[in-house]
């Protein structure tokens, strides 16, 4: 029996309202499946959202009907989530071919041979995604990278922020979840691969079904932009930052890449049914967009994990502070299983002898991953990361300015591009106050000397 979590009984509700009713879930009817998921009665959903108990019932009895006529099954609440474990409904489909690294699925929803789907043949490669076992603590920005596709049918969407904070995973749920409302996913992970060339010709080779049709290397983009014409289409690039000038200000694209802007530039600007997503550790200026309506982009910024769940599977010690630990290394989940790590290794796994030690410790894979993000600052980055890291306190940009020798323009730029990797805070206060990540800080006080 497969494990089902409330993001996937969600998913499948929000496709059967839809089917019937065009519409998908509310707030409300989100609620409600939420709240019978969890077990919880009427009454305490009703207070919870401040609604009335029959208005929820009513709603929750025309879901769990909804849910009874499509299974043939006699749902009610008690045996919602044992009927649906027993069904083994899943959102993902099952594989029927898989040829050449073509990927050949079939619809969306199998119930042991319940109901069966007659669909269009699906084309995946997801060889260079990762699997995701365990989701934890980002509902609310899947379901924002849903919308942005969904109902605002975004072109090009970025999901940033710092290496470790879920970028890729986030994703990765995403597709899991929608692998039949695609006819093709490509996912490819730059660091791996950066050749755009061979990007292309692999990704236009899986849409080829017959000898006559070729790829024309003179002709590839235009090729790949009408593929996304004329089918709907999910392409990922990973590791977008790969592209970038290290030593430089952010998100400027190396001369061997420029390709690649090109390309993402055209992406947003004609008329296409497909969607394409990058993700990286920084953002570049093709990923802003002030005016949605003239530019379909939009920006998905990943905040540190709040929910101590995922924490319980390390079997630490003294729970009620593994909040605590959550928020001294600001949700990073890399960070925070390094950490989790050290904990059962040297505090025999009791999270409050390791808080009592009153100090932000840094693994050696820890300070591994900042080292290579700060030898990608620029020199600018560096003087300004370096003066900022001696203070305890947020300082104002006019403390800054009189602490460099730099002039105002490199001080607001380089601000902006610590800005655009996620290592500086903003706190709008009476004045703009300034400070360093946490981590980051911790890391940069210990380069001070060398400099």
Not at 383 to 407: G, R
Request: hydrophobic share 35%.
């Amino acid at each position: 029996m497969g494990f089902m979590d409330v993001t996937e009984v969600l998913q499948i509700a929000d496709e059967l309202v839809f089917r019937q009713t065009g519409k998908h879930l509310d707030d409300l009817q989100e609620t409600v499946i939420k709240g019978v998921w969890e077990d919880k009665t009427y009454d305490k959903m009703a207070h919870d959202c401040e609604k009335s108990e029959s208005h929820l019932r009513n709603i929750g009895y025309k879901l769990l009907h909804l849910f009874s006529e499509h299974l043939d099954e006699d749902i009610n609440k008690k045996n919602f989530r044992s009927t649906l474990s027993r069904l083994e409904l899943t959102s993902s489909p099952i594989i029927i071919q898989h040829n050449n690294n073509n990927f050949n699925f079939c619809n969306s929803y199998e119930l042991n041979n319940h109901q069966e789907k007659n669909i269009n043949p699906q084309i995946y490669d997801l060889t260079l995604a990762p699997v995701v076992n365990y989701f934890y603590g980002k509902e609310r920005e899947l379901k924002q990278l849903s919308h942005y596709i969904f109902k605002q049918n975004l072109k090009l969407i970025s999901v940033l922020g710092l290496s470790g904070i879920g970028k890729t995973y986030l994703v990765k749920k995403f597709v899991d979840l929608n692998l039949d409302q695609f006819e093709l996913i490509i996912w490819k992970n730059l660091k791996l691969t950066n050749d755009l060339s061979q990007i292309m010709t692999d990704i236009l080779s899986k849409n080829i079904n017959d000898q006559d049709s070729q790829i024309y290397s003179d002709h590839q983009i235009d090729q790949f932009l009408n593929l996304l014409k004329n089918k709907r289409c999910l392409i990922i690039f990973d590791h977008v930052q790969e592209l970038f000038i290290k030593e430089k200000l952010a998100g400027q694209f190396q001369e061997q890449f420029k390709n690649y802007q090109d390309l993402f530039n055209l992406i947003k600007e004609i008329d296409h049914q497909s969607h394409v997503i990058l993700i990286s550790d920084e953002q570049c200026q093709l990923m802003l967009s002030l005016d949605q309506k003239l530019t379909p982009v939009k920006c998905l910024e990943l905040e540190g994990l709040t929910n101590p769940e995922f924490l319980t599977n390390f079997n630490l010690k003294d729970e009620k502070n593994l909040l605590n630990l959550i928020n001294l290394y600001q949700g990073n989940y890399n960070y925070l299983k390094d950490i989790a790590y050290l904990i059962k290794d040297i505090f025999g796994g009791k999270v409050a002898e390791f808080l009592a030690e009153n100090e932000l410790i840094l693994t050696e894979d820890i300070k591994a991953s900042l080292t290579e993000l700060f030898n990608k600052l620029s020199p600018i980055e560096k003087e300004i990361v370096l003066k900022l890291s001696q203070y305890d306190q947020p300082i104002t940009k006019q403390e800054l300015k009189q602490n460099f020798n730099l002039s105002l323009t490199d001080l607001i730029n380089g601000l902006q591009s610590l800005n655009r990797r996620f290592l500086i805070k903003y706190q709008d206060q009476e004045k703009l106050l300034f400070s360093l990540i946490p981590v980051f800080q911790k890391y940069v006080k210990t380069l001070v000397t060398m400099y």
